[in-house]
């Protein structure tokens, strides 16, 4: 239901910088104001009982691939899928990826995109991508910022598919720094990879039981070095997408100590899944690039995120079905790649880090939210709930668990890689735009159609 007044009372509200008993008044699409709890309501003014709850901004996810083709693969999704999806499961703005197809050029690409935002039930913002390098990339790095666009993702492999050569990527980041952006690095070492393959293929594993060790650790720290030297170098900003290591976790806070600005994103599935999954009766719903890694990885990974080395949580969101995923499962090169997670991403940090860890709740805001809404130029339109933001916001039952089962979630999907795992941290009621789009367990059609966010030039 919409309402153009509203008042979430009881709860606990939490941001990245404090959290304590509240009051929130929504005006339309937006927060209009924060009062003590002990405050009246005004009459006439729709109330929400949050007693018991968190009250926090919508999740921002920052890595999320809608209707992605890559290969012969495209995901399952379109806008409207992915957005309801992502605000059942407490995201209310998206950051997709406009990935030129063979031939088609990136300004092409985010135009494309940008117009597709409007079909989804929340927000979204984009990052551009550059493949190749030519005389007319600078020119449409220009219009791209002018359309509200100011990140810019590199892949450092899959070579012929997306890869741009480090020349690329040093002209990318070098445009970049003139508009206010910063270049999103998929980091991984293209001929390590390309080395780890071929001797997977020499053993017979290059299947997805073997995926494991077709990409190794050594091949993304490797990758992080030289994009942190081209940083360095340039004076240019760079955000690390789905860091996977202790070791690369490591470069980039070591960089930042000596004032590169240089960010960490890692994902739910590093910190919650291991190789072990490679092992089992269905090795291909886990295959994800960088790959699952070991045990003892996994927990190095962990305890850096609740050190606090780890800037921002993204999905990774890709949405592929069993049966693309089973189709080419002999060969890690051809099948698709990428595990489906917009609607688990809060729950699986907040079940890992929050409640099994102790991270405080200001900073599981803080990755899951505020961060990425910074590092996306939307802060503070996003990611705080604060006077003048947009109205996005969860309530949490921090005591409620639900045991996830695929036929439950709204991914169009027929799995997750959490199936059977007992959850907390789902979103009882979400608020979009100031309009009350989920309220246990009922879903309303939000009537404010998604937007294609402008993003500010990022600090
Ligand atoms: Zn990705």
Known sequence: MAYSQLAIVGGTVVNDDWSGPASVFVQGRRIARLAAATDPVPEGIPVIDASGRLVLPGGVDPHTHIQMSLGDYTTRDGYREATTAAVWGGTTTVVDFAIPRPGERPLDAVRQRQAAATEGVCDAALHACVVEWDDTVPEQLRQIAALGIRTVKLFTTYRDVVMADPATVVNVMRTLQELGGMAYVHAESNHLIEHDQQRAVER????????????????????????????????????????STPAAIDEVRRARSEGVRAYTETCPHYLALDDQHYAGDSPELFVCCPPLRSPATVSDVVARA?????????????????????????????????????????????????????????????????????????????????????????????????????TDLHMATDYSPYEGRELAGWASTVIVGGTVVLDDGVFADNPLPGRALVSQPLP
């Open 204 to 243: 017979g594993q290059i299947d997805a039981a073997g995926h494991a060790s077709s990409r190794s650790e050594l091949a993304e720290v490797t990758a992080v070095r030289e994009v942190l030297s081209a940083a360095r170098s340039l004076g240019a900003p760079v955000y690390f997408v789905h860091q």
């Open 306 to 406: 609740l050190a606090g080395d780890v800037d921002t949580i993204g999905s990774d969101h890709c949405c592929y079905d069993r049966t693309q995923k089973w189709t080419d499962r002999s060969d890690v090169r051809v099948m698709p790649n990428g595990l489906p997670g917009v609607e688990t991403r809060l729950p699986v940090i907040f079940t890992e880090l929050v409640q099994r860890r102790g991270m405080p709740v200001e900073r599981f805001v803080a990755i899951t939210s505020a961060n990425p809404a910074r590092l996306n130029g939307i802060y503070p339109q996003k990611g705080v709930i604060a006077p003048g933001s947009d109205a996005d916001l969860i309530l949490i039952d921090p005591t409620e668990r639900r045991t996830v089962s695929a």
